[in-house]
Every structure is written in structure tokens, then in C-alpha cells.
């Protein structure tokens, strides 16, 4: 009798325990100069902000600027940004920093037992915007043509996207050497194999949408995994597709390449050493900036006299919550930590 209680009692924990997810707790400190500000000239600055969801808590502690700082969000992609203006600089230099708080969870969709009445379901709306190419990342032609070929063995959805990473991550060296990496431009990628995270992901976008697979770009920064606190040297981005059965379907090829022995977890996962900040590419801000589109939507965006502005010094930086701090203040507080503000 025992037995037989113990065995589906065994096969619950070993299922809860295949279902666990890791977390990672942190602050985020998000911070820049405008350095040399022509005096007298109008300035508009935009911040991407970083924001909630299924996957990452963010809470803001402080969010401060030179000029005062207006939260906006831009319709298409619903990505959220701080904005600030002057109709007449008056500061040589002008600082904004934005302070976060953030608990990631790590993100695994294949092999998970979910349960699905029907299949999952996309909005038109949605299906016929990641599936339209964009600027640098063309749906026909070239990478269209590599997809044909790499996909020709395969009919389901699920198995088309792993073929295509599967390409992309045995074509594509991770190399940031000479010009032109970076931009996510798929022609330069397919010419030059070689790239940036940028470049990695925009090949992989572009095939799967030739190959009618809705697909994503997400950007952010990265976190050392092996680090407690660290500067951030630069952003990281990856990307997801969209399959019935799954629904969206994280991937990661370039950090795949950069650590081969997880080849087959970043097909279907994200780590927690990560913190998004905008999806998209050709991106409208809000309000809309005076020059073109932006490629992609990490960095600060700054326009003096209606053009972009280039002289801009970055710095950002990260430390892990204390765990033992967190846990008292989860007691506390009688819930998730603490923060000096929230938005």
C-alpha cells in the first residue's frame, strides 16, 4: 500500500523538478552623457525602457535626467521609453541614468509538459508583422533561396526552424572583425558569414519568414554568468519564432556558437543572464524622432537641431541582489523585494 503511494508521489517530484526554472535577481543601472551640446540648439533625447513581462519583473528605483524624463510608448511594437526635450540647450553636457530592479526567469518552451486544449493562436495582426521583412532583413532572394534548400526535408513548422538554426549556427562564425557586422544586414551576413548577435539572428528571421514562420528580435544586455557585479560592455539581442503547438519559441544561435555544448538548449530556451529591453527593428519612437527609423532600439537615441547626435558616452552596469538580503526582505515585506520607487 505504501508502494503504491510513494511511486506517483516519486513521479510528481521528478516532474516538478524537470518543470523548475532559474532566477536571477538584480540591478540594472542604465546610464549615458550628452557631451558637447551645441549651446542654444534644440535637444530630444529617447531611453529604451526596460519592462514587465511573462519572463522578467522590472521595477524602476530612480529615473533621473539634466532634462525632465516623460514615459511614452510607441504603438507598433508597444516598446516603452523615457523622453526628454529642450527647445534651447543650455548645458554643455546633460546626464540621465534609470536604475532597475529585476528578477529574470529563465525561459523553457520545448519539452515542457503544457497542456493545451487547441493549438495556440496568433493574431492576424501579428502574423502579418513578423512575417513582412524589414529594412536589412530581407523575406526573398537570397536567404529565401538558402531556406528552400535547408528546409527540403522537412514539412512541420518545428522542424523548418531547427533546420534553420541548425544552418545558421554551422554557417555563421561569431566575429566581430573589419566593417559591416552588427547592422543585421542578412546580405552581409550570407556573404560574409560571420557577425555579431545581430547578424546571427537576422539570417535566422529572415529564412524562417521566407518559409511563412512568424519571427521576432528582441534586444538587451547581456549578464556575465560567472560575475556578481560587472559593467556591461555592450547590448545582446536574440530572437523567437512562432509554432501552434508551442506558441512563441525562444532561440539564442550566437551565444549556441559561443558555447557549443548548449547548442541544443538555446533551441527552445533562454538563460536568466539576460535583461530585454525592445523588440523590433525600423523603429518609430514616440514622439517620432526627425531622422529614419532606427535599425534597432537599445542604446540612447539623441537628435540636436533634428538630427541624430552622435556624441553620446554610455555606461552601463549590474550587481546580483544579495540573496540572503532578498530573503529578509521578502519576509518583511511579506512578498517579492523591496525597491526605493517603483513605475
Not at 519612437?285 to 529614419?292: E, I, K, R, W
Amino acid at each position: 500500500m505504501l508502494r503504491r503511494l510513494w511511486v506517483p508521489l516519486l513521479l510528481a517530484m521528478v516532474s516538478l523538478a524537470s518543470l523548475a526554472q532559474e532566477t536571477r535577481h538584480f540591478t540594472f543601472h542604465y546610464g549615458f552623457t550628452v557631451k558637447n551640446v551645441p549651446a542654444g540648439e534644440r535637444v530630444r533625447v529617447w531611453i529604451p525602457a526596460a519592462h514587465s513581462d511573462e519572463y522578467q519583473e522590472v521595477k524602476v528605483i530612480s529615473s533621473r535626467g539634466d532634462l525632465d524624463l516623460k514615459k511614452t510608448r510607441e504603438s507598433r511594437f508597444g516598446n516603452e521609453m523615457y523622453y526628454a526635450d529642450s527647445s534651447k540647450a543650455k548645458q554643455a553636457e546633460l546626464h540621465f541614468e534609470v536604475v532597475y530592479d529585476v528578477v529574470r526567469h529563465e525561459r523553457l518552451t520545448l519539452g515542457l509538459a503544457r497542456p493545451r486544449l487547441a493549438d495556440v493562436q496568433l493574431k492576424d495582426r501579428d502574423r502579418k508583422e513578423f512575417l513582412q521583412p524589414d529594412k536589412l532583413v530581407p523575406v526573398t532572394g537570397l536567404p529565401a533561396d538558402l531556406a528552400l534548400k535547408v528546409t527540403a526535408d522537412t514539412t512541420a513548422p518545428l522542424d523548418k526552424a531547427r533546420a534553420i538554426y541548425d544552418y545558421v549556427f554551422t554557417t555563421m562564425r561569431y566575429d566581430k572583425t573589419g566593417t559591416g557586422w552588427g547592422r543585421g544586414d542578412v546580405l552581409y551576413a550570407c556573404d560574409a558569414r560571420k557577425g555579431n548577435c545581430t547578424d546571427f539572428h537576422s539570417l535566422f528571421i529572415a529564412m524562417a519568414r521566407s518559409q511563412g514562420i512568424p519571427a521576432r528580435f528582441e534586444i538587451g544586455f547581456p549578464l556575465p554568468p560567472d560575475k556578481r557585479a560587472a559593467e556591461i560592455a555592450g547590448y545582446h539581442c536574440w530572437a523567437d519564432f512562432f509554432e501552434p503547438k508551442h506558441g512563441w519559441i525562444p532561440v539564442d544561435i550566437s551565444e549556441a556558437w559561443k558555447h557549443q555544448e548548449k547548442r541544443d538548449y538555446f533551441f527552445g530556451a533562454h538563460d536568466v543572464n539576460r535583461v530585454q529591453f525592445s523588440m523590433g527593428r525600423d523603429l518609430r519612437l514616440s514622439p517620432a524622432q526627425d531622422g529614419a527609423p532606427l535599425n534597432y532600439f537599445v542604446y540612447p537615441y539623441v537628435e540636436v537641431a533634428g538630427k541624430e547626435y552622435p556624441n553620446v558616452s554610455l555606461a552601463f552596469s549590474f550587481a546580483d541582489v544579495d540573496a540572503a538580503r532578498a530573503a529578509t526582505t521578502r519576509v518583511e515585506r511579506g512578498h517579492g523585494p523591496a525597491v526605493v520607487a517603483s513605475e
